[in-house]
């Protein structure tokens, strides 16, 4: 065997073993952990004497509110959305799954992804309000809150709280 042989062979067997698939059974091995996003807050419906201001003063839960999750580009257009229901607390929460944070504005959650009010199961409540930017877009908020799982971590935004309206406050007295 010529030097240029074994060289080429040696070349060869370097190479083949730098593109094998790790050992996952060594215990120095630790796979990189993946890691998913997701939104949650509040919808409440307000009450009649608040009516006006942004004030949250003896609002109740809203059950069944629909809010959307929309998430935009650097160029301002929507490339994910998802919209869910608030629970029997009018507590939503939404994991942002399919979401690639690397196609949107700035590369950070809080700059590219907005909440919104959508609609209230409550006829009694359904007419919308800007509290927190619930019809312009609440903007979602960093609260260092994390959970973890079999090899994944969900990292979790708030938005909110958000509110409807009562359609009908009877007028007040003010004799």
């Not at 809203?62 to 998430?71: D, E, H, R, T």
Request: net charge positive; hydrophobic share 35%; glycine share 8%.
């Amino acid at each position: 065997m010529t030097t240029s042989t074994l060289a080429f062979f040696i070349f060869s067997i370097i190479l083949a073993t730098s593109f094998a698939h790790p050992n996952t059974s060594n215990p120095l091995y630790k796979e990189k952990e993946k890691v998913l996003m997701a939104v949650e807050g509040m919808v409440y419906c307000q009450s009649c004497s608040q009516a006006g201001s942004w004030s949250l003063t003896g609002a109740r839960p809203l059950p069944s509110a629909k809010v959307g999750i929309s998430c935009r580009d650097h160029k301002h257009r929507v490339g994910f959305y998802k919209s869910v229901k608030t629970d029997n607390n009018g507590y939503f929460y939404c994991p942002l799954e399919g979401l690639d944070l690397k196609k949107y504005y700035e590369g950070e959650l809080v700059h590219a992804c907005r909440v919104r009010l959508i609609s209230s199961p409550n006829v009694e409540c359904n007419l919308l309000t800007n509290i927190n930017g619930g019809i312009e877009g609440s903007m979602l908020r960093d609260v260092n809150k994390t959970s973890a799982g079999e090899g994944y971590k969900t990292v979790i935004y708030s938005a909110g709280p958000l509110a409807f309206h009562p359609a009908y406050c009877p007028p007040e007295d003010h004799y």
